[in-house]
């Protein structure tokens, strides 16, 4: 792997474009596993929890805490996981921002997640900055904020002015003493903390904790790579330093190769939403309209993974797609590919919308195989086979197929290996350097492998018994597991990726085993 040893070995340069802005370009011809830029952040705060009504992050380490029966730091009232935690006392943290919540030391029980509102500490956090240390705040008010857009009536601006701006002024500065304002925050006003937001929403990345927290970081260099739906980087965060000042460390890494003076990229949407659903997010967080190799053409690189099927004209049945004609134009219609009916971009995305709903709802219930099957059912009358929605299904349904004692049978199997296969071709087209659906991967690696692994128990265990034929399906098994392991191989510094990778090892022993026991060679 690439080291950046001196100046004159960095890997990227920084460009400026009318266009884009800054950016980031390859320095020199540059292949899959060398570092781009390793850094610390220039700032973090926690999120609030999804269930916010029954647990809070402490302040100071942002472990989840109790909403009724957690403490609560002595001096400024907000939840904390114990009044001896680190984080309460380091400036990174809880240290300088207790002193301006401690202007509102009362503690509450009721309405909790209106008064202790944790999505408004990073924006003080950034403040704070101006004091705790001016050369991170310099670097800061670099950071693109995007003020032009975030005007009052606009959403952003709206949203962000009552839960934050005005939340932070009436409740706590506005209170402060003299002393504590200019010993802090010497310079503060709503407009201050309007463009402290702006600069969160445009750059801020997520990182998400083992135990379920999740926070929000800024970051110098890595703020300015340009977004691409097929990025060629990917960066992992570092949670358990043995330097406590490396925490939340980014470190940035090529997935594909990457040739001299070709742009760095990342993505800042999710790689497993169609082509509207991306470019929308992207248009309303950060103020642009991708543009991408993958967002221009209406196949989504061969997957077809926003695909309708057409239902021809009611008289005659047509087996086309219908695509958009102008993946780039929110207004475009929408062809099929086999016959002369159209439909319109509003059409298809109340429909998509109708049905994200309801697999959204299956899954947060945990859906049952019957459940998801059903689903799929009626959703592949209207949708591309590779559809998003249905990948969706898909993917939960491959981790029960085959575990579940109702569905292990030699049917099941080969149906879970076949929607193992399909969906691990979409997500390679998709995301070829594992960048973004690394985990996604190895899932569907692990339970191809786990499929093909039963599979070959069934066969040993017939009257017909073929040995070609097994060792075939064990060599294919083998090399599912490796591909599982590989896929993980940047992403065991982080908890997600360090459980299944913990989890995929002991399948890899488990076989391996299995195959010495049985006297399996594979070829």
């Not at 809070?56 to 472990?63: F, H």
């Not at 998003?388 to 049978?409: A, D, E, F, N, V």
Request: aromatic residues 6%.
């Amino acid at each position: 792997m690439a080291q950046c040893n001196g100046i004159n070995d960095i890997p990227y340069e920084v460009r400026t474009s009318g266009e884009l802005g800054r950016y980031l370009v390859a320095a020199r011809d540059l292949a899959p596993g060398d570092l781009v830029l390793t850094e610390r952040p220039l700032v973090f705060g926690p999120k609030a929890m999804q269930n916010a009504e029954a647990s809070m992050p402490c302040v100071g380490c942002y472990k989840p805490v109790s909403t009724e029966v957690g403490e609560r730091c002595f001096r400024c009232g907000w939840p904390v996981c114990s009044g001896n935690c680190p984080g309460l006392k380091d400036p990174r943290h809880h240290g300088v921002e207790c002193h301006i919540l401690s202007a509102r030391p009362e503690c509450v029980l009721n309405n909790m997640t209106d008064y202790y509102r944790h999505d408004a500490l990073l924006p003080l956090r950034c403040i704070l900055l101006q004091k705790i240390d001016v050369k991170q705040w310099t670097k800061l008010l670099e950071l693109q904020s995007h003020m032009e857009c975030r005007i009052p009536g606009s959403e952003a601006y709206d949203e962000a002015n009552e839960y934050i701006v005005e939340y932070l002024m009436n409740h706590f500065i506005s209170k402060l003493e003299d002393e504590i304002k200019n010993k802090y925050i010497p310079e503060v006003s709503p407009a201050l903390i309007h463009r402290m937001c702006g600069i969160i929403d445009t750059n801020a990345l997520e990182i998400r904790l083992p135990d379920g927290a999740e926070l929000h970081a800024l970051y110098t260099n890595t703020c300015i790579m340009e977004h691409s739906c097929i990025p060629n980087t990917k960066h992992t965060f570092m949670q358990s330093p043995k330097d406590k000042n490396d925490l939340y460390r980014i470190t940035v890494k090529v997935v594909v190769p990457l040739q001299k003076e070709h742009h760095v990229t990342t993505m800042y949407t999710h790689a497993l939403w169609g082509t509207q659903a991306r470019r929308q997010h992207l248009k309303d967080t950060k103020y642009f309209a991708c543009r991408c190799t993958r967002c221009s053409d209406p196949t989504e690189l061969g997957t077809y993974l926003s695909a309708m099927k057409c239902l021809g004209d009611g008289n005659n049945e047509c087996d086309g797609v219908h695509l958009p004609e102008d993946p780039l134009d929110d207004e475009t219609e929408w062809a099929c590919n086999k016959c002369p009916i159209k439909i319109n971009s509003s059409q298809v995305n109340m429909v998509i919308t109708q049905m994200g709903e309801e697999v959204e709802n299956v899954q947060m219930v945990g859906g049952s195989v019957p459940i998801l099957e059903s689903l799929l059912c009626r959703l592949s009358t209207f949708l591309h086979p590779n559809h998003y929605h249905l990948y969706s299904i898909k993917h939960s349904l491959i981790q029960l197929y085959g575990r579940q004692p109702s569905y292990t049978s030699v049917e099941i199997l080969e149906k879970k290996i076949k929607m193992c296969k399909d969906l691990i071709i979409i997500t390679r087209a998709l995301d070829p350097g594992n960048a973004r659906l690394s985990l996604y991967n190895a899932v569907l690696q692990h339970e191809l492998h786990s499929a093909l692994l039963s599979k070959v128990k069934v066969k040993i265990d017939s009257s017909k018994r073929n040995v070609d034929h097994i060792v075939s399906i064990t060599t294919e098994a083998k090399v599912a597991i490796e591909n599982a392991l590989e896929c993980l191989k940047d992403d065991i510094d982080e908890t997600a990726g360090k459980k299944l990778f913990e989890v995929i090892k002991k399948s890899k022993m488990s076989f391996d085993k299995y195959c010495k026991k049985r006297k399996l060679g594979c070829k």
